[in-house]
């Protein structure tokens, strides 16, 4: 997990750098793994993140977990169709 916490961070990282985004929500399984994915991720995204704008990013769990994808993917297709037209 420590390993792909550091990648996650560097991913995390280069993105706020670039979109200046705030929080970045991790979604799908691997939202589920709590802490042992979130702490080293949280600890590698400070080292990588040191841009001012980007050094302040909050990483959390999606709240729908494993469902978000597919929540995401009905509101696109929704969208697309003119539902919430």
């Known amino acids: 997990f420590d390993r792909a916490a550091r990648a996650l961070a560097a991913g995390i990282a280069a993105t706020a750098v670039l979109t200046e985004i705030e929080v970045a ?28 704008f980007a050094a302040g990013v909050e990483v959390v769990p999606a709240r729908l977990g494993g469902d978000a994808g597919v929540v995401g993917a009905a509101a696109a297709a929704a969208e697309a169709v ?3 037209a």
């Open 25 to 52: 929500v991790v979604g799908g399984g691997v939202a589920g793994a709590g802490d042992v994915l979130f702490a080293p991720l949280r600890r590698h995204l400070r080292a990588y993140a040191t841009l001012s």
């Open 82 to 84: 003119g539902v919430w």
